[in-house]
């Protein structure tokens, strides 16, 4: 079997998911540097499953689903994994999971409420996104090499904050879309 090549973008975000247990497994064994390495390569081929689908038209109705979703599944892992550590307060992993969550019921009461679900990621959820795989490259190379606490700091305190804005913002951009599609219908 040939893969097309429009469906290379959806291949590589595949297998960033599948990597998900494996990063799980090596951060728990302490094999810190494969983990390091592994987080990297998730995130290179994050920008470079969304680059390829862009620049060449590559995109997908799936793709458009499986690349949030490999991105949730990367990050909640690592985070509820740092948590379990002890490399970050519980409450940042909860603030990471309850934004998730929050955002998954807001876009199935979308659903519901329009009959219409375009996954159309906002700019500040592109950003949240790249502070926290930053963040989690960061507390994973602490443990191999020196990192300045400070910096650990300044990066956890982003995340909430980019955290925070990003599903404020997707809860303001759905309510009013819904609230539009709605009075429409009426």
Not at 28 to 45: D, K, P, T, W
Not at 64 to 83: C, E, G, H, V
Not at 135 to 156: D, F, H, K, T, W
């Amino acid at each position: 079997m040939i893969l097309k090549a429009k469906y290379i973008p959806n291949a590589i975000t595949s297998i960033r998911i599948l990597c998900v247990p494996c990063l799980i497994w090596m951060l728990f064994h302490q094999q810190f540097e494969r983990s390091l390495i592994l987080v990297l390569l998730m995130g290179v081929s994050d920008a470079l499953d969304g680059f390829l689908a862009r620049c060449y038209d590559w995109k997908t109705t799936l793709g458009a689903y499986l690349d949030p979703l490999a991105d949730k599944l990367m990050l909640l892992s690592a985070f509820i994994t740092f948590a379990a550590l002890g490399w970050v307060p519980w409450w940042l992993a909860a603030v990471i999971v309850v934004r998730d969550v929050i955002l998954l019921v807001g876009a199935f009461y979308y659903h519901l409420a329009t009959r219409q679900l375009k996954m159309e990621p906002l700019a500040i959820s592109k950003i949240n996104t790249c502070t926290q795989i930053i963040l989690a490259i960061s507390l994973i190379y602490v443990q191999i090499g020196p990192l300045y606490e400070q910096i650990l700091n300044v990066l956890m305190t982003i995340v909430v904050c980019t955290t925070v804005a990003s599903g404020m913002r997707y809860v303001i951009k759905w309510s009013r879309q819904a609230s539009k599609i709605t009075q429409k219908q009426m």
